[in-house]
């Protein structure tokens, strides 16, 4: 199974910053790379397909990335409804496999 | 608007089956997606567990091949997780999901324990 390793595993942030959280996957995955953002008690919501491609709704201050192996997922101006969980998912082989996730907490 | 929703028992006794139903509405489920069974297990590793596509065929972790089943009724739009000889390394929560991964259900939470 191809893996993706994610970090960082947590992040204290301040409202306002810029976060940038990172995958590496352990083979070629392309651009078949999804970011979800889970809160507690809810289900994941899609946040980017296809590496860079914003989905529905989303706001504008979230954008993704690719740098060779490494795809990021970058929240611009921090809100405070942006606390959660994030996990990156790729999808070009199957099975599709998850990163271990980021819990953004605030300071 | 698409809507999955998961049911099905939250207790299940070890080495037995755990058998979850995802319904799904606003969407027929043999129009043209594939429809996913995914797990977040305490501690929050996430696990794809398997699939079947539009015209019925499966695909599943190879990790869970032995033990896993997606089958569906289209004449009730629904589609169903089955899955034999369960542990506790089975308790998690389980979701169901369309195969793009914009549309999920709620999530139900099964416990296995004696």
């Known amino acids: 199974d191809i893996q993706m390793t994610q970090s960082p595993s947590s992040m204290s942030v301040s409202l306002g910053d810029t976060v940038t959280i990172i995958c590496r996957a352990s083979q070629d995955v392309g651009l078949y790379v999804n970011w979800f953002q889970q809160k507690p008690g809810k289900s994941p919501r899609r946040m980017i397909y296809?590496?860079?491609n914003l989905a529905d709704g989303v706001p504008s201050r979230f954008s993704g990335s690719r740098s060779g192996s490494d795809y990021s997922l970058t929240i611009s101006s921090l809100e405070s409804e942006d606390v959660a969980d994030y996990y990156c998912l790729q999808y070009d082989e199957y099975p599709p496999t998850f990163g271990s996730g980021t819990k953004l907490e605030i300071k | 608007e698409i809507q999955l929703q998961e049911s099905g028992p939250g207790l299940v006794k070890p080495s037995q089956s755990l058998s979850l139903t995802c319904s799904v509405t606003g969407y027929t489920i043999t129009s043209g997606s594939d429809w996913s069974w995914i797990r977040k297990f305490p501690g929050n590793k996430m696990e794809w567990m398997g699939y079947i596509s539009n015209s019925g065929d499966t695909d599943y972790n190879p990790s869970l091949e032995i033990r896993i089943s997606i089958t569906r009724d289209t004449s009730k739009n629904q589609f169903f997780l089955q899955l034999n000889s369960v542990t506790a390394e089975d308790t998690a929560t389980y979701y169901c999901?369309?195969?793009?991964?914009?549309?999920w259900g709620q999530g139900v939470m099964v416990t296995v324990s004696s």
């Open positions: 999901a369309r195969n793009y991964f914009d549309y």
């Open positions: 296809h590496t860079t």
